[in-house]
């Protein structure tokens, strides 16, 4: 067990509609990232927040959203679904911020996903 | 463009025999290459972190070492729970953010 929680486990909906998943991390970490993962594209970055505060994009479509909330927990919208939007997604969070000698520390623990289902 | 490369694609060993995943890297600023183990259906697992060429980390079974192009990963004697696929990140300078950038994995099985 990571200590990264997500909700829901699985996810079925239809064509153009919208829904949300929640990822809260590991207690005493400030930074959460949001992943993608298909069979056909693999696991793909979406976007990072650290602190409240979007920290770096990745490959997100503008149909999706994330934020971060005061209590550090996340959500990622995701909007006027399509059929290829059906994946795996993954939260995972970081301390980020720890660093020695100019290296990073920020190992990234991953929760244990959203199946997410668009028929 | 940053992209990570893992070869083989899928392994398959019989339990002791000894094997080598790759990973290969063209990127600029490397901030880190991670090693992450998935079992199917859950999320990845962190294993290790290298920063820099020359550098070696070990974990049982497992070492993992990196040059200024590559990484490899080194299963010594595995046994059928080593099973999963193993996947190689790096985290990059890409428009002034570090980005992650995931390889496909390689999917390794290992026959009692």
């Known amino acids: 067990d990571s200590g990264v929680t997500q909700t829901p486990k699985h996810l079925i909906t239809a064509t153009g509609q919208r829904v949300t998943l929640r990822c809260s991390p590991r207690s005493g970490d400030l930074s959460v990232y949001w992943y993608q993962q298909s069979l056909d594209q693999g696991l793909q970055f979406l976007i990072q927040y650290y602190n409240g505060e979007e920290r770096a994009k990745g490959n997100i479509l503008e149909r999706f959203s994330a934020q971060q909330f005061p209590d550090l927990h996340s959500e990622l919208n995701l909007s006027s679904l399509e059929l290829g939007d059906s994946a795996l997604y993954f939260c995972a969070s970081s301390v980020e911020g720890g660093t020695s000698g100019g290296l990073s520390t920020d190992t990234q623990y991953f929760g244990p996903g959203t199946r997410l289902t668009v028929l | 463009e940053d992209q990570v490369t893992q070869s083989p694609e899928a392994l398959r060993l019989q339990e002791g025999e000894s094997s080598s995943l790759n990973c290969s890297y063209t990127v600029s600023g490397l901030r880190g290459l991670f090693w992450y183990r998935q079992d199917p259906g859950k999320g990845p697992e962190f294993l290790f972190t290298?920063?820099?060429a020359g550098e070696e980390k070990e974990k049982e079974r497992l070492k993992a070492t990196l040059t200024k192009k590559e990484s490899f990963l080194h299963i010594t004697a595995p046994k059928p729970e080593d099973s999963a696929t193993y996947l190689c990140a790096v985290q990059a300078l890409s428009g002034g953010s570090y980005i992650p950038t995931f390889g496909r994995g390689t999917s390794l099985i290992v026959h009692p």
């Open positions: 290298l920063y820099s």
